[in-house]
T-cell receptor, first 112, second 114 residues
Framework: KAGVTQTPRYLIKTRGQQVTLSCSPI?????VSWYQQTPGQGLQFLFEYFSETQRNKGNFPGRFSGRQFSNSRSEMNVSTLELGDSALYLC???????????FGEGSRLTVL | GNSVTQMEGPVTLSEEAFLTINCTYT??????LFWYVQYPGEGLQLLLK?????DKGSNKGFEATYRKETTSFHLEKGSVQVSDSAVYFCALSDRGAAGNKLTFGGGTRVLVKP
């Protein structure tokens, strides 16, 4: 069974640009969550989608948004990038809501 | 709100040494507790979990017991190997809330030397 796939793995952007990250969950998993990982703040929850609906949302500004498609694939978008948005963005899928998450390897975003 | 506190690393050990990583939590309700591990260059993997008080989660020689009275979920392994070098994250999920929103601790880096 294929794992969670995130693309792209690495990307470099400049301040003010926007970026879209993609996540393909494990087949059959309907829940997709996104986390931001930085050395200073650790792992912070961004949002969770289930059946194309946002089920949970973290404390991030509106520049961070996401969506989920009917095939459970998810994208997150960050607009008007800031230097502080440099991070590893992790996607995780889950078959239910018991907190057992299966993570992808992440998309490492560098903002210059 | 919910929070998880774990000991800061790095923790440096010799092979076959005993490993303990402390984790305490603050939560409303009765959370489920998890330990995730992140090997270099990889995403997180679920190591073990416990869903109610006094439950013991175990996997790959690692164990952790859900202690409600001390709000703790310490991770232990009796004899570590070089391959256990990784970053370990303690996390909780509020079972009273819908969905999979996890609150993570800051992570503890473990380095096992041969």
């Amino acid at each position: 069974k294929a794992g969670v796939t995130q693309t792209p793995r690495y990307l470099i952007k400049t301040r003010g640009q926007q970026v879209t990250l993609s996540c393909s969950p494990i087949s059959g998993h309907r829940s997709v969550s996104w986390y931001q990982q930085t050395p200073g703040q650790g792992l912070q929850f961004l949002f969770e989608y289930f059946s194309e609906t946002q089920r949970n949302k973290g404390n991030f500004p509106g520049r961070f948004s996401g969506r989920q498609f009917s095939n459970s694939r998810s994208e997150m978008n960050v607009s008007t990038l800031e230097l502080g948005d440099s991070a590893l963005y992790l996607c995780a899928s889950s078959p239910g809501q018991a907190g057992e998450l299966f993570f992808g390897e992440g998309s490492r975003l560098t903002v210059l | 709100g919910n929070s998880v506190t774990q000991m800061e690393g790095p923790v440096t050990l010799s092979e076959e040494a005993f490993l303990t990583i402390n984790c305490t939590y603050t939560a409303t309700g009765y959370p489920s507790l998890f330990w995730y591990v992140q090997y270099p260059g990889e995403g997180l993997q679920l190591l073990l979990k416990a869903t109610k008080a006094d439950d013991k989660g175990s996997n790959k020689g690692f164990e952790a017991t859900y202690r409600k009275e001390t709000t703790s979920f310490h991770l232990e392994k009796g004899s570590v190997q070089v391959s256990d070098s990784a970053v370990y994250f303690c996390a909780l999920s509020d079972r009273g809330a819908a969905g999979n929103k996890l609150t993570f601790g800051g992570g503890t880096r473990v380095l096992v030397k041969p």
